[in-house]
């Protein structure tokens, strides 16, 4: 089993940031590709940003592109997301995730194994 816990979410204004964290442990987490997902009320879950096992392979949504960076620490277990530029529509609950084995689609909840409990982050216009 692999547990994740989220930290780092909160109250900002626009344009400003914040840094989540995402803390493994378990099994071997090092061999995990993690990503992170959020959920605004009302909406379905969305994919945020993912990192591949090895940190080499980053991914983002169209809507973070350029705001948003992922990226993982393997000897300590954390996968971080520094989040730049906040806008309102970013406020959600976010969530970190992982998965062992590439199913077909990395944006896609349904590809991930392992599911944090999700901070929230709330940002005022």
């Known amino acids: 089993q692999v547990q994740l816990v989220e930290s780092g979410g909160g109250l900002v204004q626009a344009g400003g940031s914040l840094r989540l964290s995402c803390a493994a442990s378990?099994?071997?987490?090092?061999?995990?590709?993690m990503g992170w997902f959020r959920q605004a009320p009302g909406k379905e879950r969305e994919f945020v940003a993912r990192i591949s096992w090895s940190g080499g392979a980053t991914d983002y949504a169209d809507s973070v592109k350029g705001r948003f960076t992922i990226a993982r620490d393997n000897a300590k277990n954390t996968v971080s997301l520094q989040m730049n530029s906040l806008k309102p529509e970013d406020t959600a609950v976010y969530y970190c995730?992982?998965?062992?084995?590439?199913?077909?689609?990395?944006?896609?909840?349904?590809?991930?194994?392992?599911w944090g409990q999700g901070t929230q982050v709330t940002v005022s216009s």
């Open positions: 378990g099994r071997t987490v090092s061999h995990l590709n």
């Open positions: 995730a992982a998965y062992s084995f590439f199913r077909g689609d990395y944006k896609s909840p349904t590809e991930y194994d392992y």
